[in-house]
């Protein structure tokens, strides 16, 4: 095949994934890698010139390489045969160079100085001088400035760290795919969902095996501890699900050490005292200090409820002759316990919210309060027959643009749900829009031979939530791609996010959507109110257990030195937050994806951060209108069609008329002890 023939140099819109081959992937990165080089040379290498001509090129010349590599990332977190992993990692050393000498090329930074000094560069305002200053301030990040052996040392560094990304998500991936037990006494079962007996027998059917499969897939881990009544059933689950990572080939632990050591060297060589200083610089937070005392203070606002959640857990696992609490006792307890109070069944909820159902309700409550109309289209061109196609059309019939979902777990697909952006689009020449395009998927329960996808309340969710993210990028109308969408700071990503999850919670939207699969039947009033009266339930536990993972998070960038096993480091920051020792034997740090193989490093406060804001900022809606249009498209106009136009304190205060309340996260999630 020539390389004018390779589909990941094709610029036709959608991608065509049916045609992207893993041998495809070398020549293409070679080609466009190539191209790119050559016009760093010829910017570097020039002189004078306007925007078009400077930050239009460097825009443009990034944007193709992006095009090409986006493809290949992508399928690298959705369909990770061998071979594609393969290819993946004997490209990403290239690519992981090509930034560095972008932003080590002396000519280009050279050209880019003398642009901002220049009459033309001078004169700029608004968004061009906001994306000129920090283009300037990320190549000054990335070693601009550095002498050329200390640039040299960078670029090893950052080549290393993307290798070992790279090998703990693949272990993590070839790890959690290569477990499987095989349960043949149905009473070892007892207490599992229909649903999860289902899928289990089917699992096992297809490997030619009697009885159930249980892998290490979320659905399946849940099912099990939430529901199984047999202990030791989910001791056994529990375990090998927290010793994925571990031992062997695919052990991350020394992984993990080492990522933690190239960060410090990382931030050293770049003048920062650690490397939270330094990630956390271009955030809203601004410094680990600013974090350490926000989580200090979240975590005292907390402590109270936890230990109230904390006693009522152990009381209850006397209770039930469990004796003391064990890890995989908690999440069978707490469903116990919910049962019990508020007669609410998160199981029983499921047949109220099949998948596509609540898509289409999702999807109408997107065009009501933002005008975005969602429709499903054919596209062939697709990766696994699981995916979908959706286009996006503003309230003028524009399409603004286009998105994949792929809902239900492989082999081969990362665990989690996540959004990626797949295309930059936006305002283009002329006054033409580019459509944008996108990416959202999870681990959702798949559909039986019996039923289709039947969701639980946690998992719609979680679909509204990576639908927020879609909004973001999808409702950007930001000139300068660079600077829309979501490339904004990672403490205030996760705001479109969160507050589209407040919509689960409310009556007119769930009207939209949950109905029952088989009759029909709307999801009854009184099974509302007790899933409201639910909400804050365990809060205290489950809040605490998110700022055990930020402070695990800031501590390890902070204050590891790498003078003890780092899991010994690990299990001491998150004893404080956990009933006994037995809780930290056995932890989250091999297997932590957010931080050593996604973006969250020193950031995973950003998610608690975020939820503060929109705690806030759903407030508006509560006041005017949970389907206010008005209001919807004030928060379209204010904060997701701006991308990073302004700094996010900016567009909150556009949407709010002030500044966020700190309060608002505990009286939502915790309100008052009594």
């Known amino acids: 095949m020539s390389t004018h023939d390779n589909p990941l140099l094709d610029r036709a819109f959608p991608i065509p994934f049916d045609r992207i081959e893993p041998e495809d992937i070398a020549p293409a990165v070679d080609e466009i890698l190539t191209r790119a080089g050559e016009r760093i040379d010829a910017l570097g290498n020039g002189r004078g010139g306007g925007w078009d001509e400077v930050m239009g090129e460097l825009d443009a010349l990034s944007e193709d390489v992006a095009r090409t590599w986006a493809p290949v990332s992508h399928l690298h977190n959705v369909d990770a045969t061998p071979a594609l992993r393969e290819a993946y990692a004997a490209s990403l050393p290239d690519v992981t160079r090509f930034a560095s000498r972008l932003h080590h090329h002396e000519g280009l930074f050279r050209r880019l100085r003398d642009f901002a000094v220049s009459p033309p560069g001078r004169s700029l305002g608004g968004l061009r001088r906001r994306h000129l200053d920090k283009t300037l301030r990320d190549f000054r990040r990335a070693g601009a400035e550095l002498a050329p052996g200390d640039k040299e040392s960078l670029e090893e560094l950052r080549l290393e760290l993307s290798e070992l990304g790279r090998r703990f998500e693949e272990n993590l991936l070839e790890e959690t795919a290569s477990y499987g037990k095989v349960v043949t006494l149905g009473e070892r079962l007892a207490g599992m969902p229909e649903n999860a007996l289902e899928r289990a027998a089917q699992l096992a059917g297809e490997r030619g095996e009697d009885g159930w499969l249980l892998t290490l897939d979320m659905p399946a881990v849940q099912a099990v501890l939430q529901h199984a009544d047999d202990r030791t059933l989910r001791r056994e689950i529990h375990t090998a699900f927290m010793d994925r990572c571990t031992a062997g080939d695919r052990d991350n632990r020394p992984l993990v050490a080492r990522i933690l050591e190239l960060r410090r060297r990382l931030a050293d060589l770049l003048g920062y005292p650690d490397f939270p200083d330094y990630r956390l610089e271009t955030l809203m937070a601004g410094s680990g200090g600013r974090v350490r005392g926000f989580l200090d203070e979240l975590i005292d606002g907390t402590r109270p409820f936890h230990q109230r959640d904390t006693e009522e857990l152990e009381v209850y696992a006397r209770e039930c002759g469990l004796g003391a609490l064990e890890p995989w006792d908690v999440s069978w307890l707490m469903e116990r316990m919910r049962r019990e109070r508020f007669d609410i069944d998160d199981e029983k909820l499921r047949p109220w919210f099949p998948l596509d159902e609540v898509q289409t309700g999702l999807f109408e409550v997107a065009e009501r309060l933002f005008g975005l109309a969602v429709t499903r289209v054919d596209n062939p061109a697709v990766w696994h027959p699981d995916v979908s196609f959706f286009e996006v059309r503003d309230s003028a019939g524009v399409h603004v643009g286009s998105f994949y979902t792929d809902w239900f777990p492989r082999d081969t697909k990362r665990q989690g749900a996540w959004m990626d952006d797949l295309v930059s689009g936006g305002p283009g020449p002329g006054g033409a829009f580019q459509p944008h395009l996108a990416f959202i998927g999870g681990n959702f329960t798949p559909p039986t031979h019996a039923r289709p996808a039947l969701l639980t309340h946690r998992e719609v969710q979680i679909l509204f939530h990576e639908f927020g993210h879609l909004l973001h990028h999808t409702a950007s109308r930001v000139e300068i791609a660079a600077r829309g969408g979501i490339n904004v700071a990672w403490d205030w990503v996760e705001v479109p996010s969160q507050i589209m999850e407040n919509w689960c919670w409310q009556s007119e939207a769930l009207d939209l959507f949950a109905r029952h699969f088989e009759t029909g039947e709307a999801l009854p009033d009184q099974v509302l109110e007790r899933l409201l009266a639910a909400r804050r339930f365990m809060g205290g536990w489950l809040q605490m257990r998110q700022l055990s993972f930020a402070n695990l998070d800031l501590?390890?960038?902070?204050?590891?030195?790498?003078?003890?096993?780092?899991?010994?480091?690990?299990?001491?920051?998150?004893?404080?937050?956990?009933?006994?020792?037995?809780?930290?034997?056995?932890?989250?740090?091999?297997?932590?994806?957010?931080?050593?193989?996604?973006?969250?490093?020193?950031?995973?406060?950003?998610?608690?951060?975020?939820?503060?804001l929109e705690a806030d900022a759903f407030s508006r809606f509560e006041g005017e209108g949970v389907l206010n249009a008005r209001t919807g498209r004030a928060f379209l106009e204010c904060v997701l069609a701006q991308g990073d136009r302004r700094d996010p304190e900016d567009l909150f205060r556009d949407f709010m008329g002030r500044d966020p309340d700190p309060g608002a996260l505990i009286r939502r999630n915790l309100g008052t002890l009594t």
């Open 555 to 612: 501590e390890l960038h902070r204050s590891y030195a790498g003078d003890a096993p780092v899991m010994d480091f690990a299990a001491r920051k998150l004893r404080p937050f956990v009933p006994s020792e037995r809780f930290v034997e056995r932890h989250i740090l091999p297997s932590f994806s957010h931080l050593f193989g996604g973006g969250y490093a020193s950031a995973y406060y950003s998610y608690i951060w975020s939820e503060t």
